[in-house]
């Protein structure tokens, strides 16, 4: 198992936004959390990446424990955090904003293979690679994150709403891009998305998330013809 999060809690001050979380994702899976705004699904993510302290539980990667490391320390373990709202870096380039998710590669030679690499997903980004991020599109921009976060040579790539504020054309290339991403390159991902039929296409198994707890799991073709699940997140 690449990573098991055990009955975690995560608090702000005195909210918890997380309560007794279990869940786990196994190597070469893709993964979503489900769940309407302030479920908890960011905060599951942030907990694993180091942004966000554990009040309790155990979140491990590959049997080691994350909760004693720091967030640049947890990267170089091999995990990548993609944040909602793209967060690029828009007065440096498209190049320097890459460079910048390269910066605890392990292995410096590894630079330019996956430079490359993200310039064979998103050749948009090759075109502009000298272009400030701000005067990118916003679908550029979603690439340009997408593509730093995998910089880093991650084993595990956790992507916060991927699809947000994107036009449905572009949502399902992103998708298609993050199944090769999966199928050729190995990397296990767990996803938060409001756009709870893509993401069930494209995943293996899902977790909806209520008030900080999960309330339904499964393989995602279950899911997604739950009732329950249809009712709430699917439109019908």
């Known amino acids: 198992m690449l990573l098991e999060i055990d009955n975690i809690a995560v608090s702000y001050g005195p909210v918890q936004a997380v309560c007794g979380v279990s869940l786990h994702v196994a190597h070469g899976e893709i993964v979503t959390l489900l769940g309407a ?19 309790g539980g155990h979140i491990r ?14 990267v170089r373990a091999g995990v990548a955090h993609c944040p909602e709202g793209r967060r690029v870096f828009g007065e440096m380039t498209v190049l320097e904003n890459l460079d910048l998710g390269a910066y605890a590669l392990a292995e410096r030679g590894a630079y330019e293979a996956n430079l490359q690499r993200a310039f064979a997903h998103f050749p948009i980004l090759a075109e502009r690679r000298k272009q400030k991020a701000a005067t990118l599109s916003g679908g550029q921009q979603q690439m340009l994150a997408v593509a730093r976060a995998l910089m880093s040579s991650p084993r595990l790539l956790l992507l916060d709403e991927m699809s947000l504020g994107l036009a449905p054309m572009l949502v399902e290339g992103m998708f298609e891009i993050l199944r090769q991403i999966n199928r050729e390159e190995g990397v296990t991902v767990l996803l938060v998305e409001q756009n709870a039929c893509e993401a069930l296409r494209h995943s293996d198994r899902a977790y909806v998330l209520e008030n900080g707890r999960i ?4 393989p995602s073709p279950r899911l997604a013809v739950d009732p329950k699940v249809i009712e709430a997140y699917l439109g019908a």
């Open 37 to 55: 705004n302030g479920a908890g699904k960011s905060t599951v993510l942030r907990a694993v990446s180091g942004l966000a302290p554990l009040a």
């Open 61 to 74: 990667l590959d049997g080691r424990d994350l909760g004693r490391l720091d967030a640049a320390r947890i």
């Open 215 to 218: 309330i339904l799991e499964g």
